[in-house]
């Protein structure tokens, strides 16, 4: 295996809480992931380009960035289904 392929990859950034959901479901889907700046991101939140203050990171091996993204997307159409309508 190239060491490129194990290169950390961020694949979302947002809120502590958001960041952990979407780190438990990687996780749940057999897809290695951790989170980045998340001591930083909820003892001393920042603003950050994207506007969320304290934005914590989640990182996947880049070779497994596809198939996160995949999970990834699936997650936020699953929490905007109509469901509670």
Do not use: C, H
């Amino acid at each position: 295996m190239d060491i490129k392929e194990l290169k950390p990859t961020e694949v979302y950034s947002g809120t502590a809480w958001q960041a952990d959901q979407i780190r438990n479901t990687l996780m749940d889907n057999e897809i290695e992931a951790f989170l980045g700046d998340e001591i930083w991101g909820m003892d001393a939140p920042i603003e950050e380009s994207s506007g969320i203050a304290g934005g914590v990171s989640v990182y996947v091996a880049k070779d497994d960035l596809a198939e996160a993204r995949m999970v990834v997307d699936r997650y936020y159409q699953e929490d905007t289904s109509d469901d509670y309508q």
